[in-house]
């Protein structure tokens, strides 16, 4: 058993019906009181968002930019209130500006999980392309991430980097790969 | 409809600025965003509620919409450039969608990018703000005629049972101050001001 796992195990007996990629997920937000999700959405991350949506405890809504999310999850953490912003990788490309100026040097712990896309099947050049762009990014300005290809790794990873990103009030970065979440594939 | 129409006065942006912080009374947030937005808010007198922006153009409404779902019981103002809002419109339809009673949005609009150089914008002569907020789903959306038009508007907005936003047609005169360029103290001592902490 994880060891995340084993600190929370009788909230994590409570919750264990959901094992799939998204209930975990779902779970850990939770779990760290994170109940701010905006999103630009992704056919990879609909039953998470579905999911959010029907439960009270979270306040979840699309916004029309990315960075649009970021700025709203950073005044919610300023007001005191936490939140995590998901994306496609795509629309991670679009963060650069709003990550260098306002989450990495005002230090505010921004969560963002990134499905990620331009790998492991790919159909779209232009996906595969700008999924090469994310990594560089995230490692020009020194932000943590992860990428999550296994189920059994999920939730510690998750609850882990989120603490962290917290206690440390650094951004980080949780890739939920193909080999996770099953990704997307040409049908056509 | 032709914006050089509208029968609406030029106002100075830290006039405006000033006698927004004057009213008030009840450590409402206020959200100064990039360049002499934020400018100015500084120099009407820091307010231990204020937040700076030093980058991250077009976000002082999304960053003030944070805040406003983080704290419902404190009212939130945001005071952002049209050059600004041009690049993150979609924000005002979020914003509609929730509507945050308690989020006030002011736009200093001058038509040009002042610190750059006075480029006039792209919507400049050809686009309304508040028509675009209008459309937006921001019903409750106005220009403000002039100063004590937008003292009353302020007053409305205070307690409004949904979104505000004012437009404010500025010259094109520079900011009066100049940030201190210190994020994270700008970001800590704001949430000491929100009472989210306490300094060590």
């Known amino acids: ?188 | 409809m032709k914006t050089d129409a509208r029968n609406t006065k030029v106002m100075n942006r830290f006039d405006v600025t000033s006698r927004l912080i004057a009213k008030l009374e009840h450590e409402e947030a206020v959200i100064g965003g990039i360049g002499n937005t934020n400018f100015d808010l500084w120099a009407a007198g820091h307010r231990p509620q204020n937040f700076y922006m030093l980058g991250s153009m077009g976000l002082a409404f999304p960053i003030a919409l944070g805040v406003a779902l983080a704290q419902p019981d404190r009212r939130v103002f945001a005071l952002e450039g049209d050059g600004s809002l041009l690049m993150q419109l979609g924000a005002l339809s979020t914003i509609a969608a929730l509507k945050p009673k308690n989020l006030v949005m002011i736009v200093m609009d001058n038509g040009i990018y002042q610190i750059t150089g006075a480029q006039p914008t792209p919507a400049a002569n050809v686009a309304d703000i508040v028509a675009i907020a209008t459309g937006s789903g921001l019903a409750n959306s106005a220009w403000a005629a002039d100063e004590e038009d937008f003292e009353r508007l302020v007053e409305e907005a205070m307690s409004a049972g949904e979104p505000s936003l004012i437009g404010v047609r500025i010259d094109d005169k520079p900011g009066v101050g100049a940030t201190r360029r210190d994020p994270v103290q700008i970001r800590e001592r704001f949430m000491h001001g929100l009472g989210v902490r306490e300094p060590l």
């Open chain 1, 1 to 188: 058993m994880p060891i995340a796992e084993q600190q929370t195990s009788s909230e994590a007996a409570q919750t264990s019906s959901d094992k799939s990629w998204h209930g975990i997920v779902l779970q850990t937000l939770k779990r760290n009181e994170i109940s701010l999700v905006p999103y630009v959405p992704d056919r990879v991350l609909t039953p998470l968002i579905k999911n959010l949506h029907a439960d009270p405890f979270f306040t979840t809504f699309a916004t029309a930019r990315e960075e649009e999310a970021v700025g709203i999850v950073s005044g919610a953490w300023m007001g005191g209130r936490r939140g995590a912003v998901l994306m496609q990788t795509s629309g991670f490309a679009t963060l650069a500006n709003v990550l260098a100026s306002l989450a990495v040097p005002y230090q505010i712990p921004l969560i963002m999980f990134v499905s990620e896309r331009g790998t492991l099947g790919e159909f779209n050049y232009g996906q595969s392309l700008v999924c090469r762009t994310m990594r560089p990014v995230l490692d020009s300005l020194a932000l943590e991430h992860h990428t999550i290809t296994r189920l059994d790794e999920l939730e510690f990873i998750a609850d882990r980097s989120i603490k962290q990103a917290i206690t440390t009030q650094a951004p980080v970065a949780l890739i939920l790969n193909p080999l996770l979440t099953g990704g997307k594939v040409f049908d056509k």
